[in-house]
Nanobody
Framework: QVQLVESGGGLVQPGGSLRLSCAPSGNIFSIKAMGWYRQAPGKERELVATRIIDGGSTNYADSVKGRFTISRDNAKNTLYLQMNSLKPEDTAVYYC?????????WGKGTLVTVSS
């Protein structure tokens, strides 16, 4: 099992930037892919971006392409989400997940609020 702790959320004005971090612990060497998801009030959780560990291929939701970048520090095993040109509709709780051969583990989330 993998434990995940997200950080970096907060209040930001429209057009601003934030960087989220996700630090894994536990069975980290079994991780095949990691990703960011978000859930806005009253809505279902949706994919934001994912990254395959081997090879580093990435996938983004259309709504964030060109604005968000998912990356990973291999030395720290930490996943990041750089969010630029933030919009009010990006307001949500952002969750990190880790996919192994047998499990999908989730963090508790970090709140991002985009408002003036």
């Amino acid at each position: 099992q993998v434990q995940l702790v997200e950080s970096g959320g907060g209040l930001v004005q429209p057009g601003g930037s934030l960087r989220l971090s996700c630090a894994p612990s536990g069975n980290i060497f079994s991780i095949k892919a990691m990703g960011w998801y978000r859930q806005a009030p009253g809505k279902e959780r949706e994919l934001v971006a994912t990254r395959i560990i081997d090879g580093g291929s990435t996938n983004y939701a259309d709504s964030v392409k060109g604005r968000f970048t998912i990356s990973r520090d291999n030395a720290k095993n930490t996943l990041y989400l750089q969010m630029n040109s933030l919009k009010p509709e990006d307001t949500a709780v952002y969750y990190c997940n880790a996919v192994t051969r047998y499990t999908v583990d989730w963090g508790k989330g970090t709140l991002v609020t985009v408002s003036s």
